[in-house]
Each structure stands twice: as C-alpha cells, then as structure tokens.
C-alpha cells in the first residue's frame, strides 16, 4: 500500500511561527533555525559591525513589504545583545559562525559586553512616539536591572513617566530626551532602542501631531552619548509614504528627517528565497518524526539525489547558480516551481509571508494539501508543478483581481483558460504552465520558452529525455 508524502516531508515547525519581538525576546525556541540570509547578513554588517565608532549614535531604518521577515531578524539581533550567560546570546552567535568572516566575527564579539545591552523593544501601535520610546525604555530596564535586586532610580523615573503618558498627559519631549540619555549613563553598556512597525507612530504623527513626533525622531537620531546607542526601526515604507495625506512641504520635511537614519532595505533575490524553501522543507524518518538529511532516509533519499542530479543536468545551462543539493533540497517541489515560487510571492503577494503560507498552511492546492492528498511510492517521486501552484493563488487572491492593478494581468489568463471549456485536463495544465511563466518573466531565464514549458510540466527529468 502507497503513502502519501506527508509522511515523509513536512516543514520546519518554526516556519509556522511569527515573531512577536515583546512575547519571545527571551525565547530560545523561536531562534532554532534562523537562517542567515544575504539581507540579513548585510543589515547585521551595517548595525554592528561596520561602524567606524563606537561612541556615536547608530540610526538605521530597515524598510519593507510586509512578510518579509524583519520582526524575525530583529528578534536574532536582540538575540545576538542579551547577556553572555544568556542562551539566546550563544544561539545568535552559533548562527553567525560559518556565515561571517573570521575578522568579522571577531569584530563582532568584541563589540558584546558581557552583560549585554539594554534592549529597550517595543511594538508600537497607533501612538505618540514618547510613549512608545518610554514603553521600550522601562521594559529594557526592568530586564537589564533585574525585579527583586536593588534597582537604580532612573527604573521609578521611567514608571512614573509611563504613567503619565498612559493617561493622556502631555510630556515634553526634552524631558524624554533627558531620560533616554539617563537610561544610557545609568547602564553604563550600549542600549539598543528597537521599535517594530515604527509606521504605526509615524501614521499617528500624520494625524494628530504633524511633524512634532517626527523631530523627536531625529534628535534621537542626532542624541550624542556616553556609551554606544542604537536606534532601529522597521519601516513597511518611507517616512514620506506614511504622511501621503500631509501637504508636500510637510512630506519633503518627514523626507529630511529619515536622512538622518540610514535606510536599509530588507530584500532578499528570489534565488536565496529558493534556498531558504531547501532549508525550511524537511524530509523525515519513515519510523519517527524527526527531521533528517535526505540522504540519510535509506528509503527514498538517494532517489532524490539521483533525480536532482538528472534535473540538475537538464537545467544548469539555463541556470548557472542551481545545484544537485539545491534541486533535492527543494523536493517534493517540482525544481522549476521552487524557481518561479519567490518572484510569485515577491511580485504578487507579501514576499516571505506569502511564501511560508504556501508551504505551512492546509489551504486548497497549498504544499501541505499536497503533501497530505499525493502518494508515493518506491520507483516514482511526484513533484508539484506550476499548475497546481497557479490553482492555488487563484484561489488565495480570490476576487482580489479587480481591486489590485498588479494583478490584472492574472485576470486577464485567468479569464482566458476558462473561456476555453472544451480543454483537455493536460491542455488546461499546460496553459497554466505558460500563463504563470508569463506572469513572472516574459523575457528572461524562466520565460516560457518550449523548453523550458516541457521541463516544467515533467514529473522527472527522465520524462523529457524520451519526450525529446
């Protein structure tokens, strides 16, 4: 009797898992796996590793669509500045071992005080700035200067200023300035000042207080300390973009005011993306659940690698930075699915997120749909095509067509093949097949060119050696 794929594959447990930076600053689970990535490596160069200086103020911005994993790189950066003692801490750096240099990484422990830094972290929502800056300030303060030992007074000074601002009081901003400069001295180690969706203070600011807020911005920005301070915060889009309603001068304004921080744009290329797939796909023992190298399931993985090295042989012409490793890595995701899946989710949904909610959830025509409902067996490994993964984000889109401009060009395929009713099951894939090569890249390396549609609709690369 046949078994469905679900009992050999599934997908790392922390890809179903989104971060919230306040909940699992101090969870080791929500580290495991953490991957690395280039964006990630560039934006963790820029914040702790490049500066020239250590005794200036570090302002950075990292900007993207949502979905993108910036909670999640800021809760590895949190990771990385707990104390030395601290789990986390070692887990940060076991992540950065083998991805950095050797000079980097011993620049980078040399920049991590034993104690850690005060990680002041908030979340904002709908807010003055002020409260959310207080908010991260006591927060980091009570885990810097433990409850129950004896606390410094700037840890009261700061609860009685969260007290004010909860109810509605109007604080100066000098006044917070002062305090934030306190925290440091008092801490006498780096602060990191972290605000995810920092946005949702800048749309307050463009409601209710007009540049007010943003100025308080930039003279955190521009604050000159007694030890290194780090300001970060994650942006979904510009300064400028979350003040549209604003009349031009003010927008030009809020402009200037992030030239103060240096922007860095959280973007992956769609091929790490792919690797990212090949990291977060697990193949797993036929006896337990525990996840393992392909190689290593005597059952089915050198199956695998024998077809990666086939399909490797197929595509490497066209694909230069493809490898065997990769192509069985990706499995059971047909190599040209697991190729088209990132510029998909980056072009026409929320990047990441829509990429981990292919593969995490039990929507119709989703990867675990298809882990669950497709056999396997001994001589023949299924792959998922383009077909099925077009099924799938017409169905996740919906009737989204209309309403998003970026997507009128699905509507218009969409309506086309089922305008068509007399096709036959392998016309009507095979139509889907070049729409969504068309969707993703008309000109380029996975245009839908003859080759390339018949490789893409192949099972296995042995299929299109006979064909041919």
């Given at each position: 009797m046949n078994q469905v794929l679900a009992k050999y594959f599934s997908v790392d447990r922390r890809y179903n898992r989104s971060i919230n930076l306040e909940r699992d600053i101090d969870q080791s689970e929500a580290l495991q796996g953490y991957i690395l990535t280039e964006r990630s490596h560039h934006a963790l160069q820029r914040i702790l590793i490049d500066?020239?200086?250590?005794?200036?103020t570090n302002a950075y911005t990292i900007t993207s669509i949502y979905g993108t994993g910036k909670s999640a790189f800021a809760h590895f950066l949190t990771s990385l500045v707990a104390p030395e003692t601290h789990p986390t801490r070692q887990q940060a750096l076991d992540t950065c071992r083998g991805v950095l240099s050797t000079a980097d990484y011993q620049c980078l422990t040399v920049t991590l005080p034993k104690q850690g830094f005060l990680r002041a972290i908030a979340t904002a929502g709908r807010e003055a700035l002020g409260y959310t800056v207080v908010r991260a300030l006591l927060r980091g303060a009570n885990s810097f200067w433990q409850k129950g030992k004896k606390q410094p007074e700037i840890v009261r000074n700061l609860v009685d200023l969260e007290i004010e601002l909860a109810a509605g009081e109007k604080v100066d901003?000098?006044?917070?300035?002062?305090?934030?400069?306190?925290?440091?001295?008092?801490?006498?180690?780096?602060?990191?000042?972290?605000?995810?969706?920092?946005?949702?203070?800048?749309?307050?600011?463009?409601?209710?207080?007009?540049?007010?807020?943003?100025?308080?911005?930039?003279?955190?920005?521009?604050?000159?300390?007694?030890?290194?301070?780090?300001?970060?915060?994650?942006?979904?889009?510009?300064?400028?973009?979350?003040?549209?309603?604003?009349?031009?001068?003010?927008?030009?304004?809020?402009?200037?005011?992030?030239?103060?921080?240096?922007?860095?744009?959280?973007?992956?290329?769609?091929?790490?993306?792919?690797?990212?797939?090949?990291?977060?796909?697990?193949?797993?023992?036929?006896?337990?659940?525990?996840?393992?190298?392909?190689?290593?399931?005597?059952?089915?993985?050198?199956?695998?690698?024998?077809?990666?090295?086939?399909?490797?042989?197929?595509?490497?012409?066209?694909?230069?930075?493809?490898?065997?490793?990769?192509?069985?890595?990706?499995?059971?995701?047909?190599?040209?699915?697991?190729?088209?899946?990132?510029?998909?989710?980056?072009?026409?949904?929320?990047?990441?997120?829509?990429?981990?909610?292919?593969?995490?959830?039990?929507?119709?025509?989703?990867?675990?749909?298809?882990?669950?409902?497709?056999?396997?067996?001994?001589?023949?490994?299924?792959?998922?095509?383009l077909d099925q993964l077009y099924d799938y984000f017409i169905a996740a889109v919906g009737t989204g067509f209309a309403a998003r401009p970026q997507l009128r060009k699905w509507l218009e395929i969409h309506d086309l093949i089922n305008n068509m009713t007399s096709l036959t099951a392998i016309e009507t894939a095979l139509l889907k097949t070049i729409g969504i090569l068309n969707l993703v890249d008309g000109n380029g390396e996975l245009k839908a060119s003859p080759k390339l549609v018949k490789l893409a609709m192949s099972n296995q690369a042995e299929d299109v050696q006979q064909q041919e």
């Open positions: 500066p020239i200086s250590s005794h200036r901003h000098q006044r917070i300035l002062k305090i934030v400069v306190e925290v440091i001295k008092t801490a006498q180690n780096p602060v990191l000042l972290l605000i995810d969706e920092l946005g949702k203070n800048l749309e307050f600011s463009a409601l209710y207080s007009g540049t007010e807020d943003l100025y308080l911005l930039q003279q955190l920005a521009e604050l000159k300390t007694p030890q290194p301070f780090y300001l970060v915060g994650l942006l979904h889009q510009s300064f400028a973009d979350y003040g549209d309603r604003l009349a031009t001068v003010q927008r030009n304004e809020w402009s200037k005011i992030q030239g103060r921080f240096e922007d860095i744009a959280f973007v992956d290329r769609p091929r790490q993306m792919t690797k990212i797939i090949g990291q977060a796909i697990v193949l797993l023992q036929t006896e337990a659940s525990e996840a393992i190298e392909p190689s290593q399931n005597p059952k089915y993985g050198s199956l695998i690698q024998l077809q990666a090295a086939d399909w490797y042989h197929k595509l490497s012409t066209d694909f230069d930075d493809l490898s065997p490793k990769l192509i069985a890595a990706v499995y059971p995701l047909h190599p040209i699915t697991a190729l088209v899946l990132p510029v998909l989710c980056t072009r026409y949904g929320q990047s990441d997120r829509s990429l981990f909610t292919f593969l995490t959830s039990t929507e119709p025509y989703s990867f675990q749909n298809y882990l669950t409902t497709t056999e396997i067996t001994p001589d023949l490994l299924p792959t998922l095509k």
